[in-house]
């Protein structure tokens, strides 16, 4: 692995990574806006037909059925910055603390993730998260280490150099 290979690996992982989990997520979050879609109908015919208050009208429906949207919605747009964001290397402490919060938040809260079958395609999501989170700590790795070099070579041309003894 050369020098220039190894400079974009960070960004090559970050980049695949965050356009999977942005195509999958959106495309999961694509198929069930029939659960938003329908909501909001029943709310609105409440309202309008019925002439039931509008925060009146939002108690009869459970709020749960916004959380699987709601943290597609979310994936998706964490895969969008990680597309944008790839090559921006500060940008991976809130990739880390995204993906970080991401996974909590399915596994916790929703239950999405489990470990006795993990050939279920919801678990397919670790994937990506798991490469956009080694792509960020590939690219701080990679931009610590240009930043030390850099500083060296900026000290050491700062110093006088004396080619004649005097």
């Known amino acids: 692995?050369?020098?220039?290979?190894?400079?974009?690996?960070?960004?090559?992982l970050l980049f695949w990574g965050s356009l999977v989990l942005?195509?999958?997520?959106?495309?999961?979050?694509?198929?069930?806006?029939?659960?938003?879609?329908?909501?909001?109908?029943?709310?609105y015919n409440l309202c309008r037909h019925e002439g039931v208050n509008f925060l009146r009208a939002w108690t009869y429906f459970e709020p749960g059925m916004f959380e699987l949207v709601s943290y597609l919605c979310v994936c998706a747009v964490v895969g969008l910055l990680g597309v944008l964001l790839r090559n921006k290397a500060r940008a991976g402490y809130f990739f880390l603390g995204a993906v970080a919060a991401i996974?909590?938040?399915?596994?916790?809260?929703?239950?999405l993730y489990d470990w006795r079958s993990m050939l279920q395609i919801r678990n397919l999501q670790l994937i990506p998260m798991a490469m956009i989170a080694l792509g960020s700590v590939i690219n701080m790795v990679q931009f610590y280490r240009q930043y030390t070099h850099?500083?060296?070579d900026e000290r050491d041309a700062r110093r006088?150099?004396?080619?004649q003894a005097m």
């Open 1 to 12: 692995m050369d020098v220039d290979q190894r400079k974009c690996a960070g960004r090559q």
């Open 22 to 43: 942005w195509v999958t997520a959106g495309y999961e979050c694509y198929g069930r806006m029939d659960t938003l879609v329908w909501t909001v109908k029943g709310v």
């Open 103 to 111: 996974f909590c938040w399915g596994w916790l809260k929703l239950g």
């Open 150 to 152: 850099r500083r060296k």
């Open 160 to 163: 006088p150099r004396y080619t």
